[in-house]
């Protein structure tokens, strides 16, 4: 019997399809722009976006976590230090979310393994904003189709 493909999994691959996407158009220049001074970088904004990712395997799932690491705070990663990283994270966690689906739970989380992939593409969704945003007042804007196609290219 074929195994069926996790719908979860399947939308959380279309997540990290949009954070490479973005991550294609930001050159190692990007990555130190911000959109006030006393904010997160572009570099911070992603390794941000991975460490969330670990936390939330470390809480409910950490026999996931293999030999991911966290950025240090203030951690400023290269472009491929990032893309390694959020690829790494993105897997195991697409792992997790398959084995949620199979059980219809997420250990620690109230409510069904969707809604904890709704909160995950959320926060990512919210930091590709805050990375656009910074581009677009470090006077760098992204090209028009990083921006919106982001969800329509695959």
Request: positive net charge.
């Given at each position: 019997?074929?195994?069926?493909?996790?719908?979860?999994?399947?939308?959380?691959?279309?997540?990290?399809?949009?954070?490479?996407?973005?991550?294609?158009?930001?050159?190692?220049?990007?990555?130190?722009?911000?959109?006030?001074?006393?904010?997160?970088?572009?570099?911070?904004?992603?390794?941000?976006?991975?460490?969330?990712?670990?936390?939330?395997?470390?809480?409910?799932?950490?026999?996931?976590?293999?030999?991911?690491?966290?950025?240090?705070?203030?951690?400023?990663?290269?472009?491929?230090?990032?893309?390694?990283?959020?690829?790494?994270?993105?897997?195991?966690?697409?792992?997790?979310?398959?084995?949620c689906e199979r059980?219809?739970?997420?250990r620690g989380w109230?409510?069904?393994?969707?809604?904890?992939?709704?909160?995950?593409?959320?926060?990512?969704?919210?930091?590709?904003?805050?990375?656009?945003?910074?581009m677009r007042i470090?006077?760098?804007?992204?090209?028009?189709?990083?921006?919106?196609?982001?969800?329509?290219?695959?």
């Amino acid at each position: 019997m074929p195994v069926k493909e996790s719908s979860l999994a399947t939308a959380w691959q279309r997540n990290t399809d949009a954070n490479l996407f973005l991550l294609d158009h930001l050159t190692e220049k990007s990555l130190e722009h911000r959109y006030s001074p006393r904010t997160r970088t572009v570099a911070a904004q992603l390794a941000h976006m991975h460490n969330v990712r670990l936390y939330h395997l470390q809480k409910r799932g950490p026999e996931y976590l293999g030999k991911l690491q966290t950025f240090e705070r203030g951690a400023q990663p290269s472009r491929v230090q990032i893309i390694a990283a959020l690829t790494g994270s993105a897997k195991m966690m697409g792992a997790f979310l398959e084995a949620c689906e199979r059980t219809n739970l997420v250990r620690g989380w109230k409510g069904p393994p969707a809604t904890f992939l709704a909160y995950l593409v959320a926060h990512e969704a919210h930091h590709r904003a805050l990375v656009v945003v910074s581009m677009r007042i470090s006077g760098e804007p992204l090209p028009k189709e990083a921006v919106y196609n982001i969800w329509s290219w695959g």
